[in-house]
């Protein structure tokens, strides 16, 4: 199972709506991270996205974890794991 920790460990990942996005359509995607605080619209699209191309799709608290998470010092509605 994908947590948290293997998104903080591993450098080959994507942060953020757009970049997001593309990785699941491209099939790059290996998991994604959806914060639950992001807004509802981007939510459904990411969650969408992800249940079209059969992508794990893991909850976080909030996007300022989720920004700490993946290394950068702003918030992140999203990020992927890639393949």
């Known amino acids: 199972m994908i947590t948290l920790a293997d998104l903080e460990k591993e450098k080959n990942r994507v942060v953020g709506r757009k970049q997001t996005l593309n990785a699941i359509n491209q099939g790059k995607a290996e998991a994604v991270f959806l914060a639950e605080d992001t807004d509802e ?43």
């Not at 249940?51 to 993946?70: D, T, W």
């Open 41 to 83: 619209h981007i939510k459904q699209e990411i969650i969408s996205a992800s249940k079209e191309n059969n992508v794990q799709i893991i909850e976080v608290e909030s996007k300022l974890k989720l920004g700490r998470a993946c290394g950068i010092d702003v918030s992140a509605a999203c990020a992927a794991l890639l393949k």
